[in-house]
């Protein structure tokens, strides 16, 4: 990456898909954003308005169908898909609002699963790197627990710590706090938020959830297949404009905002 070129680059990103009735949907119609390591970027949107369609584009899982997506200064539609899945693998960490863990496997297992696919340090030292993150977030105690024996803000962590345990330049989180009450979803965002800028990774998070987005430096919504900057949300007295927002954009306000 040079000096200049952000983590990730979009510059005018498509999508559309063909329906049996043989009509195009245009679901992102020029989507422009940088995102600089150690940002921490929302992107709020109604349902439907397209954000699964994006998080899919920014995690090398489907392709453009025009436009430019550039990963650490690297044209990814070039690569072939082996080379998108390695670059996947080694450097973007998925977080998932039902969390995604395997059942029948202990916390620990859970958080090694990634490090099997590693580098040869990763992969040798994985159990080690397993714990340390299982400490990282605070469930160092709780390693020998199938997920059924957690409750949901400790299943989260571990999926934190799994999607986190190969140090990714780039964390997704996609609703990350849809399953969780209010209090346990901030105490996750903020861990994540703490973690990624530990480690100088960029965190885009996607929700319907105006008060998660506030914890971002920068929001975007997704409108008609479009992203436009609405700024930052955290500011104090900010609630009343959350409140509009929401309204007008079919979102959640979040508690502070709507009481
Ligand atoms: N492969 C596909 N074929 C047909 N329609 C699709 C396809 N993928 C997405 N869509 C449609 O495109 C629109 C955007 O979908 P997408 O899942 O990206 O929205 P979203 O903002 O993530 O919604 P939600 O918040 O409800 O998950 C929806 O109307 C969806 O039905």
């Excluded at 040079?2 to 949907?25: M, Q």
């Excluded at 009450?181 to 100088?200: P, Q």
């Amino acid at each position: 990456m040079t000096a200049a070129e952000p983590l990730l680059h979009l510059e005018g990103l498509r999508r559309w898909v063909r329906l049996p009735s043989g009509e195009d949907l245009h679901i992102l119609r020029g989507v422009d954003l940088e995102v600089d390591a150690g940002d921490h970027v929302a992107i709020v949107g109604r349902s439907g308005s397209g954000k699964s369609t994006l998080l899919n584009l920014l995690g090398l899982i489907d392709r453009q169908s025009d436009g430019v997506l550039r990963f650490d200064g690297q044209d990814v539609h070039r690569l072939r898909d082996a080379r998108r899945a390695r670059l996947r693998g080694a450097s973007i960490g998925f977080v998932f609002q039902q969390f995604n863990l395997l059942d029948g496997r202990t916390a620990l297992e859970n958080v090694m699963m990634p490090l099997l696919y590693g580098d040869a340090r990763q992969f040798w030292h994985r159990e080690k790197l397993a714990r340390e993150m299982l400490d990282r977030v605070g469930l160092g105690g709780r390693a020998d627990q199938v997920p059924a024996r957690l409750s949901g803000g400790e299943q989260q962590r571990v999926a934190v710590a799994r999607a986190l345990v190969r140090r990714p330049r780039l964390i997704l989180a996609d609703e990350p706090t849809g399953a969780l009450d209010v209090s346990t979803g901030e105490a996750v965002m903020a861990l994540l938020d703490e973690i990624a800028r530990d480690s100088d990774a960029a965190l885009v998070t996607i929700t319907h959830d105006l008060q998660v987005a506030a914890l971002s430096q920068r929001a975007y919504l997704l409108d008609e297949g479009t992203l436009h900057d609405i700024g930052t949300l955290d500011a104090a007295g900010t609630a009343e404009a959350r409140t509009a927002l929401a309204a007008t954009a079919g979102l959640r306000a979040g508690q502070e905002a709507v009481a």
